[in-house]
């Protein structure tokens, strides 16, 4: 039992600094300031066209058709 302490140790030692290193790595993202009347940043989304699931942007339709965006929060779940 004790031969099995050292690496058990080492290992989750190590684990304990890779977790701390990449977790300091990532910042959050800058909130976007959007305003009415921007231009609206591109995404994709994915959608569903009755027979299999698609992505889709929003370049996509830039300077094809005019698109109106609404957000719901909750949306479709009675919250």
Known sequence: ???MRK???GALTLMLICATVFAQ???PPE???IKVGDMAP???LLQFNGEKI???SLHDFRGKKQ?????FVFA???G
């Open 67 to 71: 698109v109106a965006l609404a957000f």
């Open 7 to 9: 690496p058990l140790i």
């Open 42 to 44: 591109d995404f994709t």
């Open 25 to 27: 790595e990532k910042k």
């Open 1 to 3: 039992m004790r031969a």
């Open 54 to 56: 698609e992505p889709v």
């Open 76 to 78: 479709f779940t009675g």
């Open 31 to 33: 909130p976007l300031t």
